[in-house]
């Protein structure tokens, strides 16, 4: 017979995290990183901090970065928030303005770590379907609600939202928080920040593992009222999280301060999404539309499940999610350097 405190742990339901294989030398398309590398000022930056700075503690408010990075978006720095990862950011920003008398909602195809912060922070939630085109369906956001969710460009799918269609949510939308997750938005998809001081309610998160090719270091932030960000700076002092290291630091605010090197790869990988989607459709793949640095993409004869096993036999790696059954067939392709994606294109030929 089970007794209550085993019942509590079977409870929790864990978020299951891509594939981090230990194999060398394999073609890893699976977790959307970056496949150019971080600017080579990250690099001085941590070197100096590793030879000057290391014996000392870190700022637990990380100052210079937030002023670094309000600076780049013309806000204050009382509007921006910084985590280990904007998956701690999100932790702190669903159990600081996500939790209400009415449920939460997002869309039943999204990033898949929302309802597991709902399980562990006990927050009540409704999903809401994508439409037939795989887009955010607006109009069924609007009823009561205790805050909204979703990623823009939506995560696996990556479908973007035009910001005429944010700014319609925003503008029906005024009593519960807002929160666009945009981790993947400058890969080609129009960004919200630009409304950020207009709606009080809005709050945009971005990391630094995509676009700045720092998924090692862990740096994410949000950025909205100030009185929002307030509300997740109480909860990660109550909380005691861990402050954002010297080398994170140093590091970020390197990268946010080479918009050369930022513009050049974020465009490389739009130019090789663009030939891997035609180099996709010329295999008779259907593919999603994309404002991400990783595609959604199916074929009509062959299951999912299998060509993901099939690439796997030969050293590429990209995602399958088993569920909910409407993605059954897709994969999710992470966008490679260009010998990268040739080998996936290599293996998917002798597959079908
Ligand atoms: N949001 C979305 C939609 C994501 O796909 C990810 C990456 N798994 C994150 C947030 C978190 O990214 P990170 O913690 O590396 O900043």
Known sequence: ??????????????????????????????????PFGPSPKVLAALQAEASESLRLYPDPDSSRLKSAIAEYYGLQANQVFVGNGSDEVLAHVFQALLKHDQPLLFPDISYSFYPVYCGLYGIEFETVPLNAQFEIAIDDYLRPNGGIIFPNPNAPTGVPMPLSDVERLLKANTHSVVVVDEAYVDFG??????????Y?????????????SLAGLRVGYALGNATLIQALIRIKDSFNSYPLDRFAEAGAIAAIQDEAYFEQTRQQVIVAREALVADLQSLGFEVLPSGANFIFAKHPKHAG?????????????????????????????????????????QALRTLL
């Open 200 to 212: 009080p309610n809005l709050l945009v998160t971005h990391t630094y593992s995509k676009s700045r």
């Open 305 to 345: 499940e299998q060509l993901a096993a099939g690439l796997r036999d030969q050293a590429v790696i990209v995602r399958h999610f088993k569920k909910p059954a409407r993605i059954l067939d897709f994969l999710r392709i992470t966008i490679g350097n260009p010998s990268q994606n040739q080998a996936l294109m």
């Open 1 to 34: 017979m089970s007794v209550y405190w085993s019942e509590l742990v079977h409870r929790l339901t864990p978020y299951v995290p891509g594939e981090q294989p230990k194999l060398q030398n394999l073609v890893k398309l699976n977790t959307n990183e970056n």
């Open 189 to 198: 998809t129009q960004s919200a920040v630009s409304l950020v001081n207009q």
